[in-house]
């Protein structure tokens, strides 16, 4: 897991990303849906659960935004948004 903090326009970003499996695109619009599941292990799915869907109501709280993209490479990169000054 690798984690970095970097100005972004009138903000910061930071990113948490990994070398995991990913995600495909059809599980991407998911990710940050209350109790939102993914295909897993335990009788097929996954619980996603409430962790990302809290993560994206909080930035959206502060005036910023969350989202996921795919890692070049393999692997899942997750961004948070926040405005600087708040």
């Known amino acids: 897991v690798e984690v970095a903090i970097e100005a972004a326009g009138e ?3 930071l990113q948490v990303s ?3 499996p990913g995600f495909d695109d059809a599980t991407a619009a998911r990710l940050f849906e209350r109790f939102g599941t993914v295909g ?3 009788a097929g799915r996954k619980g996603v659960g ?3 869907y809290l993560v994206r109501l909080v ?3 502060h005036g910023g935004r ?3 993209s795919h ?6 990169c997750f961004h948070l948004w926040l ?3 708040r």
């Open 50 to 52: 409430l962790g990302l």
């Open 59 to 61: 930035a959206s709280a």
């Open 18 to 20: 990994d070398r995991g």
């Open 83 to 85: 405005p600087a000054g």
């Open 11 to 13: 903000g910061i970003v």
């Open 40 to 42: 897993g292990r335990r």
């Open 66 to 68: 969350a989202w996921a």
């Open 71 to 76: 890692r070049e490479g393999g692997g899942a």
